[in-house]
């Protein structure tokens, strides 16, 4: 689906909210993000060495992204520059979970805590309702402070927990979290 182009102004910043455009430098944009993000948090799923995508495999994503009646990718700008995104995409391929989406989000490190994070989630939780789907689910690492209370107070609920489905290369554990959002 395509996010139609919303300009706000947030803690005296220019925010661009708007769909990922189909080309290779848009792309490259969005492979080296999710390398530098990856790195910036233990929040994320991947290590930065993990990330080995192509800007023309990336550019696929793109494409079926904003072609897809299913799923919505979001950008942000924050004073023109890149910031980070969030997605949501339905939950499988059958009627039966057709009423679900899962959503993810990242921000680079220096645009986090004034309010971004918010606003993306809110709108685009707002397209998820008009496309008609009835329930936002996340999963959330045990530890993320600051993803856990925006999630919650959004009203998404915790649901449930798989004990230590991170190892990380310290040899430490952590849980993942999962919440929902009825909406
Ligand atoms: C998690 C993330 C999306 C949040 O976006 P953001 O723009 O930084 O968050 P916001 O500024 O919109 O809101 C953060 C909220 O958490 C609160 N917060 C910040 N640090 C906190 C902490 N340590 N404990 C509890 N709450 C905290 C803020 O006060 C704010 O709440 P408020 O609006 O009620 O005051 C962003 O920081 C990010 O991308 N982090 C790295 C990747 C990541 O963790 N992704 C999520 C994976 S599930």
């Given at each position: 689906m395509i996010f139609t182009d919303e300009e706000y102004l947030l803690d005296g910043k220019k925010i661009l909210l708007r769909s990922a455009k189909e080309d290779l430098t848009e792309a490259q944009v969005l492979v080296d993000y999710l390398k530098t993000v990856s790195g910036e948090t233990?929040?994320?799923?991947?290590?930065?060495?993990?990330?080995?995508?192509?800007a023309e495999g990336e550019l696929g994503f793109i494409k079926d992204m904003n072609e897809s009646d299913e799923k919505m990718l979001i950008l942000a700008f924050v004073d023109d520059e890149y910031a980070g995104n969030c997605s949501f995409a339905q939950i499988g391929s059958c009627r039966r979970s057709s009423h679900r989406v899962d959503i993810g989000i990242a921000i680079f490190l220096k645009y986090a805590g004034f309010g971004l994070g918010r606003l993306m989630l809110e709108r685009m939780i707002a397209k998820i309702k008009e496309a008609g789907f009835e329930q936002v689910e996340l999963t959330v690492i045990e530890g993320n402070e600051r993803a856990y209370h925006l999630y919650e107070s959004l009203g998404f609920k915790e649901c449930g927990k798989i004990p230590d489905a991170n190892k990380y290369d310290d040899g430490t554990y952590r849980d993942d979290i999962h919440m929902v959002l009825k909406l």
């Open positions: 233990d929040f994320l799923l991947a290590y930065p060495d993990e990330i080995n995508y192509t």
